[in-house]
C-alpha cells in the first residue's frame, strides 16, 4: 500500500468512553440514580467522592482524571 493511498483516509475517532461511566451503567437503578445525584451535588468534594465510589467498587483513576470527568458531568446536566 502506498503512502498516498494510507493518508487518504484518516482512521475514524475513538469514542472516549470513560472506565467511570461503563461502571455507572452496570449499576442497579437506585445506586445509578444516587451516584448521578452525587456527581451533580456540589457538597460531596472530588475526593471524598472518588473514595466512596471506589470503597463501593469503582475504578481506580487519578484525582485529576476524576474531577474532570465529574465536571464534564456537570456540564452535559446543565
Same mark, same amino acid.
Given at each position: 500500500?502506498?503512502?498516498?493511498?494510507?493518508? +487518504? !483516509?484518516?482512521?475514524? #475517532?475513538?469514542?472516549?468512553?470513560?472506565? *467511570?461511566?461503563?461502571?455507572? @451503567?452496570?449499576?442497579?437503578?437506585?445506586?445509578?440514580?444516587?451516584?448521578? +445525584? !452525587?456527581i451533580?451535588? #456540589?457538597?460531596?468534594?472530588?475526593?471524598? *467522592?472518588?473514595?466512596?465510589? @471506589?470503597?463501593?467498587?469503582?475504578?481506580?483513576?487519578?484525582?485529576?482524571?476524576?474531577?474532570?470527568?465529574?465536571?464534564k458531568?456537570?456540564?452535559?446536566?446543565?
Open positions: 500500500m502506498s503512502l498516498v493511498t494510507r493518508l +487518504a !483516509a484518516p482512521p475514524a #475517532p475513538k469514542a472516549s468512553r470513560s472506565v *467511570l461511566d461503563t461502571w455507572i @451503567e452496570k449499576l442497579n437503578t437506585q445506586d445509578r440514580a444516587a451516584v448521578e +445525584a !452525587a451533580l451535588n #456540589p457538597e460531596w468534594r472530588h475526593i471524598d *467522592l472518588k473514595r466512596v465510589l @471506589e470503597a463501593e467498587g469503582a475504578p481506580k483513576i487519578a484525582e485529576t482524571t476524576f474531577g474532570a470527568w465529574r465536571r458531568h456537570a456540564n452535559d446536566a446543565q
